[in-house]
Every structure is written in C-alpha cells, then in structure tokens.
C-alpha cells in the first residue's frame, strides 16, 4: 500500500541552527524556513536526492511538537512519511485492521500541499507516521 519515502522529520529546538549544519557541514541542500500555524510548525526541507529530511520547530502556542522536544531537549527523530495514492482508501484500510489515525481522520493539507494524515506511534513500534497522497 505504501509508496516511496517521502520525508524523514526530526524535531529540532533551533531551526536556523540545525539547518546551517545541513548545510555548512553535510553539504546539503536545504530549503528556506517554511511558518505552517495550522500545522503548529515552521519546516526546513533538504532535498537528498532520493528522498527529503524536514526539519521542524515549534509555532505557537499548541504545537504538536512541544512535548516531544519537552521529552527530547536536544531535538530527535519525529515521524516519517510514506507517499499513498489514495489517502481515504490508506486511511479506511488501516482503521479497519484496528491502526488508530490521528484526529478526526480528515486528512489536511501537508507542507507540499498535498492531503496528509498520521498515524498513532504506538501502532507502529514508537513510530509517527505520516502518510502523504502523491
Ligand atoms: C508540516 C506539515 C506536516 C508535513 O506535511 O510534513 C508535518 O509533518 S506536521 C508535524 C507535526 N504534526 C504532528 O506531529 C501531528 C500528529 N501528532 C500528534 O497528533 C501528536 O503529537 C501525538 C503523536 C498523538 C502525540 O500527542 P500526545 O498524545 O498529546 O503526546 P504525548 O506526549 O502524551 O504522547 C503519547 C505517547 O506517544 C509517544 N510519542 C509522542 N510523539 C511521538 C513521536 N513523534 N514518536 C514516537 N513516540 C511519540 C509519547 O512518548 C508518549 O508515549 P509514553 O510516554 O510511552 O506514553
Ligand atoms: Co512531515
């Protein structure tokens, strides 16, 4: 059912600082800031060739994110996303098989504006998923 991997997220307390090490020391290249509210983030996309890392940091007040780097104060992997073809058809077979999606399970428009929904990381061995309609 699922596609490629789109994006690996790693939650990072200093967005400028974790982005001018991808690009001063790894030599990659890494996208501008990105604010997204109604996503509670602000994303830096590095584009690796054969996939993407995104970079997050919290915005504002209820960001889905602030918990995890409560938890992880040096920042640390977040979710990864996986490309579907069909997120409602993705999304119906997985709450069938008992996988808990997050929210109302209406998917909402991702940072490439393309449908997104994530999936509880205690389904899937203490990983976020993402999954992504391409
Ligand atoms: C930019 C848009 C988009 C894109 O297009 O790429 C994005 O990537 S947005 C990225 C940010 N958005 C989200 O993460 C939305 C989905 N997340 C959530 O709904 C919540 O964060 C959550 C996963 C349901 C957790 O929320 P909550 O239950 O309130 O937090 P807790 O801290 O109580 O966690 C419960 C439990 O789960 C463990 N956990 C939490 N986050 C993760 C994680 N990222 N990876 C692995 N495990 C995680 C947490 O440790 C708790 O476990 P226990 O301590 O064992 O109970
Ligand atoms: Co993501």
């Given at each position: 059912m699922i596609g490629r991997l789109n994006h690996i997220a790693i939650a990072v307390p200093d967005l400028t600082a974790a982005a001018a090490k991808y690009r001063d020391l790894l030599g990659a290249h890494v996208g501008?800031?990105?604010?997204?509210?109604?996503?509670?983030?602000?994303?830096?996309?590095?584009?690796?060739?054969?996939?993407k890392v995104e970079l997050l940091e919290p915005l504002g007040e209820a960001s889905p994110i602030a918990a995890f780097l409560d938890k992880n104060p040096s920042g640390g992997m977040h979710h990864i996303c996986?490309?579907?073809?069909d997120i409602l058809?993705?999304?119906?077979?997985?709450?069938?098989?008992?996988?808990?999606?997050?929210?109302?399970?209406?998917?909402?428009?991702?940072?490439?504006?393309?449908?997104?929904?994530?999936?509880?990381?205690?389904?899937?061995?203490g990983t976020l998923i993402e999954l992504e309609e391409v």
């Open positions: 501008q800031p990105q604010a997204l509210p109604e996503h509670g983030v602000t994303v830096v996309f590095i584009d690796t060739g054969n996939s996986f490309e579907v073809p058809v993705a999304a119906a077979r997985l709450v069938e098989v008992g996988a808990r999606v997050l929210g109302d399970g209406t998917p909402r428009i991702g940072a490439h504006g393309k449908p997104v929904l994530f999936l509880h990381p205690k389904d899937f061995d």
